[in-house]
T-cell receptor, first 117, second 113 residues
Framework: DTGVSQNPRHKITKRGQNVTFRCDPISEHNRLYWYRQTLGQGPEFLTYFQNEAQLEKSRLLSDRFSAERPKGSFSTLEIQRTEQGDSAMYLC???????????????FGDGTRLSIL | DAKTTQPNSMESNEEEPVHLPCNHSTISGTDYIHWYRQLPSQGPEYVIHGLTSNVNNRMASLAIAEDRKSSTLILHRATLRDAAVYYCILRLHSGAGSYQLTFGKGTKLSVIP
């Protein structure tokens, strides 16, 4: 178990630029989640994949955000035309489990911290 | 969605037990009680979960009230490494919305040497 890996750990960019983050889940996990966390708050759910299918998106995921998991393994989260309010920690998590039981623990990476200048 | 209420912060002396409370008076019969913690500069880490019965694992114990409207996470001997924000979360067992974790602000635990 090598854990969930996220890259880069930090990203600084100018407002209006596009950014892409990568998440490598634990290899046997079929579920993958993205969350966003701002300072002093708990993480907020963004989206969820089961294998390569994106099954749910939060209302927080505006049309500037897109997430993919093309082969059911790693995932990318892209933010287009970044805004100041996008500054946050972006966390990825993965878990195992079928549709009948959603209580498998989620294993989180250490996140990508995005700073918008 | 059923919500949880936790104290903003708590302090504990090192090597003493810690009882972290969580109120969830609107819990439904199919909600599981999960606890995660987040150490500084790290992602959240699963601690424990349960439905009705008390649960123990290598990290902690979870005591669930008989009416399930509250629960307590018990760290048997606090260490400096236990200083973190602890989140109490309700999860549906299955179905729509069961896959996401809904975090509140949690309880920030400080451990005093």
């Amino acid at each position: 178990d090598t854990g969930v890996s996220q890259n880069p750990r930090h990203k600084i960019t100018k407002r209006g630029q596009n950014v892409t983050f990568r998440c490598d889940p634990i290899s046997e996990h079929n579920r993958l989640y993205w969350y966003r966390q701002t300072l002093g708050q708990g993480p907020e759910f963004l989206t969820y994949f089961q294998n390569e299918a994106q099954l749910e998106k939060s209302r927080l995921l505006s049309d500037r955000f897109s997430a993919e998991r093309p082969k059911g393994s790693f995932s990318t989260l892209e933010i287009q035309r970044t805004e100041q309010g996008d500054s946050a920690m972006y966390l990825c998590a993965s878990s195992s489990g079928g549709s009948a039981d959603s209580n498998q623990p989620q294993h989180f990476g250490d996140g990508t911290r995005l700073s918008i200048l | 969605d059923a919500k949880t209420t936790q104290p903003n912060s708590m302090e504990s002396n090192e090597e003493e037990p810690v009882h972290l409370p969580c109120n969830h008076s609107t819990i439904s019969g199919t909600d599981y009680i999960h606890w995660y913690r987040q150490l500084p500069s790290q992602g959240p880490e699963y601690v424990i979960h349960g439905l009705t019965s008390n649960v123990n694992n290598r990290m902690a114990s979870l005591a669930i009230a008989e009416d399930r409207k509250s629960s307590t996470l018990i760290l048997h001997r606090a260490t400096l490494r236990d200083a973190a924000v602890y989140y109490c979360i309700l999860r549906l067992h299955s179905g729509a919305g069961s896959y996401q974790l809904t975090f509140g602000k949690g309880t920030k635990l400080s451990v005093i040497p």
